[in-house]
């Protein structure tokens, strides 16, 4: 109980926590990417066009962070490279494909934003590849 209350700091419990944070965040981000992926022919005419891009060149971004960089997060190799392009991603579906509803539809896409933003400012932690390879 006392561990439970304490504020105490433990260098393998907050490695711990990330590997879990990235593992979930990136799983459940691999889910929107892969939809993507796998229908881009059907979904690449009708998809947001952003910043003047063409619905098929912006789809093409969206897969590349929601599935290969989720990839490079659960992995932790490149992390902070990674959280870039997703940070990016879910603040566009936020802002532009549900209008800052942050609290209704776009609740999900903001929840995202906020855990990848806290990994991109945290770093991977050492339960990763990059912790390992600066070893």
Not at 25 to 47: R, V
Not at 91 to 102: G, L, N, R, T
């Amino acid at each position: 109980m006392k561990k439970l209350l304490g504020t105490a700091y433990n260098a393998y419990a907050f490695n711990l926590a990330l590997l879990i944070l990235r593992v979930g965040a990136g799983g459940l981000m691999i889910h929107h990417g892969y939809d993507k992926l796998m229908n881009f022919g059907q979904k690449s005419s009708h998809f947001m066009q952003f910043l003047g891009l063409s619905s098929t060149v912006s789809l093409a971004l969206a897969v590349f962070a929601e599935f290969f960089c989720s990839i490079f997060v659960i992995l932790g190799l490149f992390t902070r490279f990674a959280c870039v392009f997703l940070v990016i991603s879910t603040f566009v579906v936020v802002s532009e494909a549900h209008k800052y509803d942050i609290f209704g539809k776009g609740e999900l896409a903001s929840l995202f934003f906020a855990v990848f933003l806290s990994i991109l400012i945290i770093g991977p932690g050492k339960i990763s590849v990059d912790g390992m390879m600066n070893k």
